[in-house]
């Protein structure tokens, strides 16, 4: 296969947290999906499919400085627990000089857990890795991965 030119790399990703850009981060990561079940009847193969929720989930790791400055972001902006903070958008940008920008955007995400340790020889002791919950569809460089299609009312 031919090489045709500089790929995506670590210096070509940019994370914005509530706190803003986001420089001592060393690993995000982020998914979503939204199975089926099969609905079967007479016979031995599906007659038709269920949907089964949509859930989206992450995590990032940062430096232990970065990690401070999110918390303090984060017990400010609701009841001051590091776990009783508004959902807050993660935005990350994948830009290459000869490509367009993709930008994905994780609506509204809580922190769920974070664990940090170190040892003796770590060339970066103190990280921090942020479990969060996505709780709005991502959208895949402007794309949604769910529209939501709520039931309207029969009264109105």
Not at 10 to 26: H, K, N
Not at 31 to 39: A, I, N
Request: overall charge negative.
């Amino acid at each position: 296969m031919a090489i045709n030119g500089k790929n995506y790399d670590w210096e070509d990703i940019t994370v914005r947290l509530p706190q803003g850009e986001t420089v001592g981060i060393t690993d995000i990561s982020y998914k979503d999906g939204q199975g089926v079940e099969p609905r079967y009847g007479r016979g031995a193969t599906p007659r038709g499919y269920g949907r089964k929720n949509y859930e989206a989930s992450g995590s990032f790791t940062l430096d232990r400085d970065e990690f401070e400055r999110l918390k303090k972001e984060l017990a400010s902006s609701g009841a001051g627990g590091i776990y009783d903070h508004t959902p807050f958008p993660v935005v990350v940008s994948y830009a290459n000089a000869d490509q367009p920008t993709i930008v994905d955007t994780l609506p509204a995400c809580k922190v769920t857990s974070h664990d940090t340790s170190s040892a003796q020889g770590d060339d970066n002791a103190g990280q921090v890795k942020c479990e969060i919950t996505i709780l709005s569809p991502i959208l895949w460089n402007g794309v949604p991965a769910k529209v939501d299609r709520k039931v309207s009312s029969l009264t109105g």
